[in-house]
C-alpha cells in the first residue's frame, strides 16, 4: 500500500470555525489531490497540487484552501466551516502526469469523516 | 471536458453468479480509464486501468473490463461474485495524454445475496 496517512480520521467542528485537515504521503509523489466524497455524487475533486507551492483548483474549492510547503505534506483549510461541509474528505497522490507509458494512477488514503454542526 | 456514467446506483448479485458493472465515458480522444473499489470505510483501491493496447484488461481480485471505443464504454466484469466483493465500484477518466486530474463517476453500489 501506498504510504498516504491522513489527520485526524475523524473530527466534529461547530459552524463557522477553521478546520485543517492533513495529508501526509512518504512516496515522494509530486502529485497530490484532496477530494471529498458524498452520497450520491461521487468523489469530486477540491484542489490539487504539481508541486511545492503549486496547486490548482477543482470542481468544488470554493470555501477551501490548500497549502503544500513540502512534498509530503498537502493540507486543506476550511476557513470558516459551514454544515454543506460535512462530508469524508479523501487524499490521493500519482507519480506524474498521464502520459504515454504512464498511467497517472492515483493512490488514496483512509480519508477523514468531518462533521459540522 | 470529460464526464462519466455509471448508470447503475446498486446493484445486487447472487453469490457465484456473474457479474458486470457498467461505465461510459465521454471524451473525444483515447482516455486513460480505470476501476476502484472501496470497500465500506476505506479509502479506494485500484483495481485496473486502461491506456493502449489489448483492449481485455486483467485487473486484481480476478477482475477484467473490456474497452470498447465505439461504444465508448469500459464495463467491469467478475465471472464468480464473492461475498467478499461487496462493495462501491468507481470508474475514473483521465483526458488524454498530459492530464492531470482524473475525473469519477459516481460509484455502483453491489451487493452480494448468498
Known amino acids: 500500500d501506498a504510504g498516504i496517512t491522513q489527520s485526524p480520521r475523524h473530527k466534529v467542528t461547530e459552524t463557522g470555525t477553521p478546520v485543517t485537515l492533513r495529508c501526509h504521503q512518504t512516496?515522494?509523489?509530486?502529485?497530490m489531490y484532496w477530494y471529498r466524497q458524498d452520497p450520491g455524487h461521487g468523489l469530486r475533486l477540491i484542489h490539487y497540487?504539481?508541486?511545492?507551492?503549486?496547486?490548482d483548483k477543482g470542481e468544488v474549492s470554493d470555501g477551501y484552501s490548500v497549502s503544500r510547503s513540502k512534498t509530503e505534506d498537502f493540507l486543506l483549510t476550511l476557513e470558516s466551516a459551514t454544515s454543506s461541509q460535512t462530508s469524508v474528505y479523501f487524499c490521493?497522490?500519482?507519480?506524474?502526469?498521464?502520459?504515454?507509458?504512464?498511467?497517472?494512477?492515483?493512490?488514496f488514503g483512509p480519508g477523514t469523516r468531518l462533521t459540522v454542526l | 471536458a470529460q464526464s462519466v456514467t455509471q448508470p447503475d446506483i446498486h446493484i445486487t448479485v447472487s453469490e457465484g453468479a456473474s457479474l458486470e458493472l457498467r461505465c461510459n465515458y465521454s471524451?473525444?480522444?483515447?482516455?486513460?480509464l480505470f476501476w476502484y473499489v472501496q470497500s465500506p470505510g476505506q479509502g479506494l483501491q485500484l483495481l485496473l486501468k486502461?491506456?493502449?493496447?489489448?483492449?481485455l484488461v486483467q485487473g486484481i481480485k480476478g477482475f477484467e473490463a473490456e474497452f470498447k471505443r465505439s461504444q465508448s464504454s469500459f464495463n467491469l466484469r467478475k465471472p464468480s461474485v464473492h461475498w467478499s466483493d461487496a462493495a462501491e465500484y468507481f470508474c475514473?477518466?483521465?483526458?488524454?495524454?498530459?492530464?492531470?486530474?482524473?475525473?469519477f463517476g459516481k460509484g455502483t453500489m453491489l451487493l452480494v445475496s448468498p
Open positions: 471524451y473525444g480522444a483515447t482516455p486513460y
Open positions: 486502461y491506456f493502449s493496447g489489448d483492449t
Open positions: 475514473a477518466v483521465g483526458a488524454g495524454s498530459g492530464y492531470s486530474t482524473l475525473t
Open positions: 497540487s504539481y508541486g511545492v507551492k503549486d496547486t
Open positions: 512516496e515522494n509523489h509530486r502529485y
Open positions: 490521493a497522490i500519482s507519480e506524474s502526469k498521464g502520459s504515454s507509458g504512464s498511467y497517472n494512477e492515483q493512490f
